[in-house]
């Protein structure tokens, strides 16, 4: 049986729980749409996704297939088994209302990554201050021999995915970005399924 494709739609966000060893995959339906991902431990929210961590482990800017997103309690949290895309960042924080003041000379309210997972997380009790920055999958940030930034339309194309699989129980918080710049000036959903191991192999392994 296959699983259930959830819909984030443009410019939203969702939140929602992974067992141990549940595999979640993130898919961009329509192609260059980037979706910003944070992780806390299910049974302690301190304990969170950390971008520092995750860089300094896997000696690595890119992340991709084979890597490991860890927490801010140096423990591995999410593996990502497979990436058809191959391109995300995890330097910049979600969007957030002064994102669009300060970096857009926006006047009006705008929908935010930030402002998105705070409304879904809150249910958790998960404050604004205590979310981290996130692996922003698909997002495409280069940068030049001086360390400037640039963020450039996602390489991502129609269904291209990222599978994770969770190294300890999670609450996962995804948006469909809001940013125009990180989306190639357009807005599209994100798609995200869940598998979830079989109980008998949980009994074998127990």
Not at 3 to 20: D, E, H, M, R, Y
Not at 112 to 121: E, R, V
Not at 125 to 148: E, R
Not at 153 to 161: E, F, L, N, R, V
Request: hydrophobic content about 35%.
């Amino acid at each position: 049986m296959k699983p259930l494709v959830n819909i984030i739609q443009k410019q939203s966000g969702a939140a929602f729980t992974l067992k141990k060893n549940d595999i979640l995959t993130v898919i961009d339906p329509m192609g260059e749409q980037v979706s910003d991902m944070v992780l806390f431990n299910a049974e302690d929210h301190k304990e969170k996704l950390s971008s520092g961590k995750s860089l300094d482990f896997e000696e690595c800017m890119l992340l991709t297939k084979g890597h490991y997103l860890w927490s801010n309690r140096s423990r591995k949290m999410i593996e990502i088994l497979e990436d058809t895309n191959g391109r995300n960042d995890f330097l910049l924080a979600p969007c957030s209302p002064e994102t669009f003041k300060i970096m857009y000379n926006y006047k009006e309210e705008h929908p935010s990554c930030l402002g998105n997972l705070q409304q879904h997380l809150k249910p958790f009790g998960i404050g604004v201050d205590d979310i981290p920055t996130a692996f922003n999958i698909f997002m495409n940030v280069q940068f030049d021999l001086n360390g400037k930034l640039s963020v450039h339309p996602p390489t991502s194309k129609a269904g291209d995915y990222i599978r994770l699989q969770a190294q300890m129980d999670l609450l996962v918080g995804l948006t469909a970005c809001s940013a125009e710049d990180s989306n190639g000036g357009t807005f599209k959903p994100i798609h995200y399924h869940i598998e979830t191991e079989p109980q008998h192999i949980k009994r074998k392994r127990s």
